[in-house]
């Protein structure tokens, strides 16, 4: 008998007990088969709607007919698989519902539905799915990209703050230093002014001084000559003692109110009141400056409300040859005649257009006045194609379209209709860190015509088209 149970070991192989951590646990799918203690499932079948430990799951890899079956991560949803109204096996989809049935589903509430199978509604979702994914990444990589961005601006900031803490905290010493070094001037200078006026005075009043101790001398004398009894000696003496020179100090001594140095002291104060001024305005400007780009400006309803209007004048060099430049080149006029200026490579050629001389970052803010039906007013980077590109209809300008009552903004070739009209005089505001640009109407109020909210990512320079009439001009005004 022992012999026999040796040879059918070697025959069977002998199976060691599975380890503990092979039976399932509370949040382990347990295999179906198993009695007893059960084993952790390593699949489900979606045919069987059975999971499976190792050891059972091995005739699905065995079998022929096993073989057909779908094997899937252990699941405990197995049962979802099932139609609850037939108790059958759900693998097709109702597309007319957005659904999962069952064979006896699609001959009977889902009769005449579009129904296809879930595999071929899957297939169909996976290249959705398949899209969606790739958009999803083409997202995650633009916002990587923009987080690379910002970092790189969060750290332009932090050393850019850095230095001008550093940098300021110098110019406030020295300024620091400076005043003091004027305080100790000045406290310098009325101790000097007070020891020579006081100086002055003491010896005024020792002289003082001593011209009363000698008439209260003289005094004496008279006093005793009043009681000389004798009055030849009296007359006698008279002439003698009562001779009285005159004060060398009587008339240089005029005593005003005792105020010295209140001059001093009020110019002190106006100079404390002046830089008082300056470091608000300073300070104002300061803020201005550190707010920009982060707090949005209200919408202006009037010129007044503008605070950044800048000079800008036409830069010839980028001219058509069909515009004139006047007005100390703030004024284009459409002439039939060439113009015959230099071959320049930044000149427009085929359009007749122009750029202004001056770049523009920061806030800015200036006026077109229109003389004919109208034109285009538009903002550009420099190097904008210039043989055959028209203002809006590439990425590196935005125009707006002017023609009597047709208005509309373009870039990039994407036309938006304005329902208001341009009028004859159209305002430019212009927050380069802020990608704000809006276009109004000037007239007694503004009416906002068009605004746009983007990116700039270079100096912008402004831009003027026309074509429609010879004669027609355009003109950058100047403004108070």
């Known amino acids: 008998m022992f012999a026999a149970l040796v040879e059918q070991l070697k025959t069977s192989g002998l199976q060691a007990a599975p380890a503990d951590h092979s039976y399932a646990g509370p949040e382990d799918v347990a295999c179906d088969v198993c009695t007893g203690r059960k084993l952790k499932a390593i699949k489900s079948c979606l045919m069987c709607l059975v999971s499976y430990c190792e050891e059972h799951v091995q005739p699905h890899y065995d079998v022929a007919q096993f073989k057909k079956h779908q094997l899937v991560e252990p699941s405990k949803k197995l049962h979802e698989n099932i139609c609850s109204r037939h108790d059958e096996v ?66 332009a900031i932090n050393v850019s703050a850095d230095k001008t803490v550093e940098d300021s905290e110098k110019i406030f010493s020295e300024l620091i230093r400076l005043v003091q070094k004027r305080s100790s001037e000045v406290k310098q200078q009325i101790r000097s002014q007070q020891e020579t006026e006081a100086s002055r005075v003491r010896e005024l009043q020792e002289k003082l001084e001593q011209e009363i101790t000698e008439l209260k001398r003289k005094d004496a004398e008279l006093k005793q000559l009043s009681h000389t009894e004798d009055h030849n000696q009296f007359v006698h003496n008279y002439q003698s003692v009562s001779a009285l020179s005159e004060s060398p100090h009587s008339s240089s001594v005029n005593v005003g109110p005792l105020r010295y140095f209140e001059d001093v002291t009020a110019a002190v104060s106006q100079l404390r009141d002046k830089l008082q001024d300056t470091l608000r305005d300073t300070w104002t400007n300061i803020s201005l400056r550190g707010t920009e ?96 590109s028209v203002f809006g209809f590439n990425d590196k300008s935005w125009s707006l379209i002017c023609y009597k009552n047709n208005n509309e903004f373009c870039h990039n070739s994407i036309r938006t209709p304005i329902s208001a ?60």
């Open 293 to 388: 780009g982060l707090l949005s400006e209200p919408e202006p309803e009037s010129r007044a409300d503008f605070r950044y209007s800048c000079e800008i004048t036409l830069d010839p060099n980028t001219a058509h040859r069909h515009m004139l430049l006047s007005e100390g080149n703030r004024k284009v006029t459409f002439m039939k005649q060439d113009q015959f200026y230099p071959d320049h490579p930044e000149r427009f050629t085929s359009y007749r257009q122009i750029l202004s001389k001056e770049s523009l970052t920061g806030r800015c803010y200036w006026e077109v006045k229109w003389e004919g039906p109208g034109g285009r007013v538009a903002v550009a980077y420099k190097d904008v194609y210039k043989k055959g």
């Open 421 to 480: 009209c341009a009028g004859s005089r159209v305002g430019v505001y212009l927050d380069h860190r802020a990608g704000v640009l809006s276009f109004y109407r000037v007239s007694e109020t503004m009416t906002l015509l068009h605004k746009v909210q983007t990116s700039f990512t270079r100096p912008l320079h402004a831009g003027i088209g026309l074509w429609f009439n010879y004669g027609d001009t355009a003109e950058i005004c100047k403004l108070k």
């Open 90 to 155: 759900m693998k097709m989809f109702c597309r007319t519902d957005q659904q999962i049935i069952c064979y006896v589903c699609t001959v009977d509430e889902h009769k005449g539905h579009d129904i296809v199978s879930a595999a071929a509604e899957r297939r169909e979702k996976q290249k959705e799915l398949q899209v969606r994914r790739e958009d999803i990444q083409q997202r995650i990589q633009g916002r990587e990209k923009d987080v690379k961005l910002l970092q790189q601006q969060l750290e």
